[in-house]
């Protein structure tokens, strides 16, 4: 288990270096919001993290936070932050925000009919949380997206998928695989996410829609991952030819290459409705964000902090993510060293958390 109170990237080298400031110590990691060129900072008040994974059509975010120790989710809408907190767990983390404003995500603790210390998924509306477990499961069950409609998607067991909807449990298996791990959902239920066929754990991608399975596989690539798919089906990703990340979205069968020109890598880790979609590259010394609009790249790089990484977008192209602020001039010369000591962590940055369980996926 992954808790989202990890810090990585530059956060991380320079927390382990010791070279945090006072100052900076106030906020290691802060969340953003882009919209239309603008950047706003938003940080749950106390807090030493934030960090957003999902934005709504009314510009709500949800996400997860911490003040140094075990965390809880948040939404923020127009200023009010709302704490996601549910009752009896040890922390709370949040995966997804639909556009009724239900929140989804895990608590992590100890639950009635459990042997230990599990994760056991909720539903959020209203202050009212309903918990998600996979029937006659003992151990964690991720819920990992939700759409419009309620109806949540994920994991359990870590081999297997899973669709809620009312009360009642569709099993996501693909077949012939050791690991099928569900990552998004649209609204008309159709899932999407990566499966694995050998120990240890290669990487596909799949769509199932109706017990109906479809392979996603770029052309040539040794690992694919699918990390979203939008409401007309077409999910984005992004995959591995043996060397650096690359994304890309597929739609009917045609893939579409998402790469940031002259970066290292690049990984999308999100997609709206009009088939923008949003991620992140690494350049060779820093990690930024990106936008892409029918083959048009906006760098997204907030003012005043460095290693910007998105995570979620709407369907206004409003895009949210985490960023780390600058240090203090006198810790420059240490965050350098670190940042070279770090490139590889820096490339992985939105490896950190499935949005907060990444030994959760294959």
């Known amino acids: 288990m992954t808790l989202i109170t990890t810090m990585t990237g530059a956060a991380g080298i320079l927390a382990l270096l010791g070279v945090w400031s006072h100052a900076t110590a106030a906020s290691v990691v802060e969340g953003v919001i882009y919209s239309a060129g603008n950047y706003t900072i938003i940080n749950v008040p106390g807090s030493t993290t934030t960090m957003p994974v999902s934005v709504n059509a009314a510009g709500a975010v949800a996400g997860n936070f911490s003040s140094g120790g075990p965390g809880d989710g948040f939404v923020e809408s127009g200023g009010t932050y709302t704490i996601i907190d549910v009752p009896g767990s040890t922390f709370t983390h949040v995966s997804g925000m639909n556009n009724s404003g239900a929140v989804a995500g895990n608590a992590y603790g100890l639950f009635p009919g459990q042997p230990g210390f599990t994760d056991q998924g909720f539903i959020e509306t209203g202050g009212v949380y309903a918990f998600i477990n996979y029937p006659g499961f003992v151990g964690s069950t991720i819920v990992n997206a939700i759409n419009d409609s309620g109806t949540v998607a994920g994991t359990y067991t870590n081999l297997r998928g899973f669709v809620e909807s009312g009360g009642t449990y569709t099993d996501i298996y693909v077949p012939g695989s050791v690991s099928t791990n569900v990552r998004a959902i649209n609204d008309s239920g159709t899932v999407a996410g990566t499966f694995s066929t050998t120990f240890p754990l290669n990487s596909e991608g799949f769509v199932e829609s109706g017990g109906t399975y479809t392979i996603i596989n770029v052309p040539g690539a040794s690992s694919t991952k699918v ?113 070279g000591v770090g490139g590889t962590m820096l490339r992985r940055h939105r490896r950190r958390i499935n949005r907060g369980l990444a030994n959760h996926q294959p």
């Not at 009009?274 to 906006?298: C, D, R």
């Open 227 to 339: 990390v979203a798919i939008n409401d007309s089906g077409t999910v984005a990703g992004y995959f591995s030819s043996g060397g650096p990340d690359v994304g890309f979205v597929e739609s009917g069968g045609t893939y579409t290459i998402i790469d940031v020109p002259g970066s290292d890598s690049t990984e999308v880790t999100a997609i709206n409705d009009f088939g923008a979609v949003t991620g992140t590259f690494f350049n060779g010394t820093k990690s930024m964000g990106f936008l892409e609009t029918g083959g048009i790249y906006t760098i997204l790089e907030p003012p005043g902090t460095i290693n910007f990484g998105p995570t979620s977008i709407n369907a206004s192209d409003v895009v949210v993510g985490d960023a780390v602020p600058v240090p203090e001039p006198a810790t420059w010369a240490l965050m350098l060293i670190g940042l």
